[in-house]
């Protein structure tokens, strides 16, 4: 089985924050320290969940979380719920470790992973210091949140990634625009390094529009 680590809101402040890219590698270990103290979380159906225990040697490809989802995460990669079906993936450091960085999908990567560890749960919202979050329900979990108020997190958070996305696509514009206004510059074409983050700025400015 192949296990790719959804990169969350917590983590794209790394890389859409004050030093727009920051480096895979410190990106790559906080989300792993993160991913062994609190474990992975996928999140389906509980149909398909039931399926993945019945078959832990599938070779399919699971999309998870590192730790539990944040409200914001999971409206931004599913679609919120009062209760999510969850399924908790404990893995050993030594397997995290094996882990590689995909600069293309913006994930992290370990393939044929065997699960040993597998837990189903349950996730559900509550409120916490006047916010929406996810936590895995026990016995007394009880939380009955109106419509309005989830529709309402729902749409500030889209906002916020709307915003998000279009800061990043002006400061990669930003950076093309500097670059194709030094033209005369010919010392620029021979440097590798250079044409690298230009092609790399609008690699990330294509799938943005896209």
Do not use: W
């Amino acid at each position: 089985m192949t296990i790719k680590i959804i990169l969350t809101s917590y983590f794209l402040t790394y890389m859409y924050g004050d030093r727009a890219y920051e480096d895979p590698l410190l990106l790559s270990r906080e989300i792993l320290k993160k991913t062994y103290s609190e474990g992975l979380y996928y999140i389906s159906s509980p149909k398909n969940i039931e399926s993945l225990m019945n078959n832990p040697h599938s070779r399919r490809t699971l999309y998870v979380f590192a730790g539990i989802p944040t409200f914001k995460d999971v409206c931004m990669n599913l679609y919120p719920n009062e209760k999510l079906s969850a399924l908790k993936i404990t893995l050993p450091y030594e397997t995290l470790a094996s882990f590689q960085y995909d600069n293309e999908e913006k994930v992290l990567c370990g393939k044929k992973i065997t699960l040993e560890e597998m837990m189903p749960t349950e996730l559900g919202l509550t409120y916490e210091k006047e916010k929406l979050k996810y936590v895995e329900i026990t016995e007394d979990y009880s939380f009955t949140p109106e419509e309005k108020a989830i529709i309402h997190e729902f749409q500030k958070e889209i906002e916020n990634f709307r915003y998000a996305i279009l800061t990043s696509v002006e400061y990669l514009k930003n950076l093309l625009v500097a670059f194709l206004q030094k033209r005369a510059n010919e010392e620029l074409y021979n440097n590798n390094a250079y044409l690298n983050m230009v092609k790399e700025c609008y690699e990330e400015l294509t799938c943005s529009k896209g």
